[in-house]
């Protein structure tokens, strides 16, 4: 090879053939990243740029070593000869490498859900090929289910052999809550359960009607037959002292606190609009 009438000595030759390839192979990732992302969510631009940067760069491996060895068949033996011993050397990097697989192929969870996987629960802020990064919600600094401020990195071989919960996305976009409320056995509790469900209607209302017909969706492509209330319901639970009262809503499980406060703060303010129809436990231990 020359440039113009000067010869090139064939190292930097092969270097300058190597440097080529590996440009062009960047630039049709680009490319193709850019072509299959077009208008997709960032969920999925996740998902296309790990998987495409793991495969053009496998491509452009190969042909830079060949291009610098001019020994292609030899490029391709010596890296199955390392691959076999890299197997032996890092068994837990490419169990975490096949948990990404799974992750990618069977979309347990994606980036945006809020999960639990083993004992870390957060929201999922990136899924690369070795770890999945969470925004950790709870934890040893916050008591409330709210984000802590931590960001927790879980091998992806974890979710392979660990337990895995979550909390909307793949799971379903909301979630059933409770709200626990202890009055006193004088309580007329027809009344008091009353004023809780109104009190949910009016803070939920359409918006937990429209998220039961999806939830009804989702349970439609299964096997479970399950029957769904549109409205919020109240369960009555006998304790020693007093009765527990149990409001049941859908609610993101994002808002799930603040909703829960809200619920809280309307309900207790009817009770003690009429402390002649809602009694608390004397103890006040509730």
Known sequence: MAVGDTPLDPLVARAL???SFTAVVFGCYRLVFSWLTRGATKRRQHDLRNVLRLGF???GLVGALGALTDQWLGVLFSLGVVGFAI???LQQPLLSLLGW???TAKRPYGVGDRVRIGDVKGDVVAVDFLVTTLWEVGGELVSTNQPSG???TVPNSVVLSSDLTTFGGAGGEFVWNE???QVAYETEL???REVMVEEAEALLGDEMRRRVERYRDELSETAVELSVDEEPTVNVVQQESWVELRLRYLVDPRRATRTRNQ???RILGRFNEAPDRVRFPVSRNR
Do not use: H
């Open 190 to 192: 027809p009344y008091a």
């Open 179 to 181: 709200l626990s409320v």
């Open 57 to 59: 760069g496998v491509v």
């Open 150 to 152: 931590r960001r927790v």
């Open 87 to 89: 197997t032996f050397a």
């Open 101 to 103: 697989v799974y992750i």
């Open 17 to 19: 053939l190597a440097l």
């Open 263 to 265: 619920l809280y703060e």
